[in-house]
C-alpha cells in the first residue's frame, strides 16, 4: 500500500538558518503530494502542493519539487523564522481507488532566535 | 465560505461516558475523514466517510468507536465507555467528490480529555 517516511524530529534550528525536511513516498501511478503545517493547538493547513512530476510548491517561503525518480518531496525553505515553528506532515493522495490521503508521522521544528 | 467546523472544541469526560463529535464539512464537499492525534504523535487514520456511506474504516477500533455521515446533518464521530487512552485531539476534514485528487480541508479539531 502507500507509505510516506519523513525524517523525524525534533529539528531544531537557530533563526535564519537552512530547512530541509526529508520525504519519500512509496504508491503506485502518479499521486499528488503535500505539504501540511499545523502550529501549537490548532488543525493543519495546507502549505504546498505539487500533482505531477517535476512541479515545484511554494508558498511563504517554503519549497518542494515532486521528484518521481526518487519518489521524494522534500521541503526546504532558505531562512527560518521563529514563526516557522510548527510541525510539518509530508503526505500524498492517490490517483487509484477512493483517492486515499496517507500522512507522514509529522516533523516538530523549533526555531530559536 | 465557511471553513470545516468542528464542535465541541473541548470535551471532558470521565471513564464509561459516551463522546460525540460532530464535524459539518465545507459546503460542496461530500466527503469526510476522520484522524486521531495522540499528544507528540502524528495523525492516524480512522475512518472515511461519504454520505450515508463508510468507505473505509480500517483505522477505526472495531468496538466502542463508530462514525456516520448522514444524507442531512453533520458526521458524528461517537465512542462508548470512554476511557483514559481514548484521550487524543480529533480532527475532521473534508474534501470535494470522487475525481479530485487536491487537498483535504481540516477543521480545528475536538480535544477529548477522559477523567
Known amino acids: 500500500g502507500d507509505s510516506v517516511t519523513q525524517m523525524e524530529g525534533p529539528v531544531t534550528l537557530s533563526e535564519e538558518a537552512f530547512l530541509t525536511i526529508n520525504c519519500t513516498y512509496t504508491?503506485?501511478?502518479?499521486?499528488?503530494l503535500f505539504w501540511y503545517v499545523q502550529y501549537p493547538g490548532e488543525g493543519l493547513q495546507l502549505l504546498l502542493k505539487?500533482?505531477?512530476?517535476?512541479d515545484k510548491g511554494s508558498n511563504k517561503g517554503f519549497e518542494a519539487t515532486y521528484r518521481k525518480e526518487t519518489t521524494s518531496f522534500h521541503l526546504e525553505k532558505g531562512s527560518v523564522q521563529v514563526s516557522d515553528s510548527a510541525v510539518y506532515f509530508c503526505?500524498?493522495?492517490?490517483?487509484?481507488?477512493?483517492?486515499?490521503?496517507?500522512f507522514g508521522i509529522g516533523t516538530k521544528l523549533q526555531v530559536i532566535p | 465560505n465557511a471553513g470545516v467546523m468542528q464542535n465541541p472544541r473541548h470535551l471532558v469526560r470521565r471513564r464509561g461516558q459516551e463522546a460525540r463529535l460532530r464535524c459539518s464539512p465545507m459546503?460542496?464537499?461530500?466527503?469526510v475523514y476522520w484522524y486521531r492525534q495522540l499528544p507528540e504523535e502524528g495523525l492516524k487514520f480512522m475512518v472515511y466517510?461519504?454520505?450515508?456511506?463508510?468507505?473505509?474504516e480500517s483505522g477505526m477500533p472495531k468496538e466502542r468507536f463508530s462514525a456516520e455521515f448522514p444524507k442531512e446533518g453533520p458526521s458524528i464521530l461517537r465512542i462508548q465507555q470512554v476511557v483514559r487512552g481514548d484521550s487524543a485531539a480529533y480532527f475532521c476534514?473534508?474534501?470535494?467528490?470522487?475525481?479530485?485528487?487536491?487537498?483535504?480541508?481540516f477543521g480545528e479539531g475536538s480535544r477529548l480529555t477522559v477523567l
Open positions: 476534514a473534508s474534501s470535494p467528490p470522487a475525481g479530485d485528487v487536491g487537498e483535504l480541508f
Open positions: 504508491a503506485t501511478g502518479y499521486p499528488s
Open positions: 505539487a500533482t505531477k512530476a517535476d
Open positions: 503526505a500524498l493522495r492517490s490517483t487509484g481507488g477512493y483517492q486515499k490521503v496517507t
Open positions: 459546503k460542496g464537499h461530500s466527503h
Open positions: 466517510l461519504q454520505k450515508e456511506n463508510i468507505i473505509d
